[in-house]
């Protein structure tokens, strides 16, 4: 049985970090939107033309272009399951992904909503960093390096902030997503694929909620998230 999910929350929410715990824990592949089409840009195949192409000429990406990539992915990888991260992002992409799986025989098991408060969201990312060389992500606050300026997991100094990482930044991109990406949850909530987790809970916490609703799908892949 091969599990489909999707990580759905605002920026900051941490689908990030549940998502390397799935890969890690589980052996899951992670999609994500940003990580296959630079993968494809620098490929080689005609999809990775395709793609090299339309950025090179700084257009946007179609949604037809990234529904290729997911298909290649699909086909191509042998994984217990599939998490869907940054990518649909909106109603028409979420109609496109139903409509591949669909075709494949497959679908979506379970759409992880990350629930946050906004102000509470706007603390966490302005203080957050991560290891440019494993991805770990710290916190000024709430998860500083053992040693200052030296990652925990891989001992590199390469530690990074975002640009955007900033209170005036995060509330425009907070916009950005209620706007065009909240919707989702009540398609996937008339669907009964939705599975909320607080998102402002410890990580652990979360990681033992979000572990709870794959042990769910595994022990019984007929019944819905939400059931």
Request: aromatic content about 4%.
């Amino acid at each position: 049985m091969t599990i489909n999910i999707i990580l759905l929350g605002p920026p900051g929410a941490g689908k990030g970090t549940q998502a390397r715990a799935l890969v890690e824990d589980r052996g899951l592949v992670q999609l994500s939107t940003g990580d296959m089409l630079r993968e494809a840009r620098s490929s080689g195949t005609e999809m990775g033309k395709v793609v090299a192409d339309v950025m090179d000429r700084g257009q946007l990406v179609t949604d037809e272009i990234v529904i290729g990539l997911i298909r290649e992915k699909l086909e191509t990888e042998e994984a217990p399951g599939f998490i869907f991260d940054g990518f649909p992002r909106t109603l028409p992409q979420a109609d496109a992904l139903e409509e591949l799986l669909s075709g494949m025989g497959r679908k979506i098991d379970a759409v992880i909503e990350m629930r946050v408060d906004d102000e509470a969201l706007v603390d966490r990312i302005s203080g957050r960093f991560t290891c440019g060389n494993c991805g770990e992500v710290y916190h000024d606050k709430t998860r500083p390096t053992a040693k200052e300026g030296v990652c925990d997991v891989c001992g590199s100094t390469d530690l990074r902030r975002r640009g955007d990482d900033n209170a005036e930044s995060l509330k425009t991109r907070l916009m950005e997503y209620y706007k065009k990406t909240s919707p989702l949850v009540g398609y996937y909530y008339a669907k009964k694929t939705l599975a909320p987790v607080d998102g402002m809970a410890a990580m652990d916490e979360v990681g033992a909620e979000v572990a709870a609703i794959m042990d769910g799908i595994e022990a019984d892949p007929a019944l819905s998230a939400s059931g």
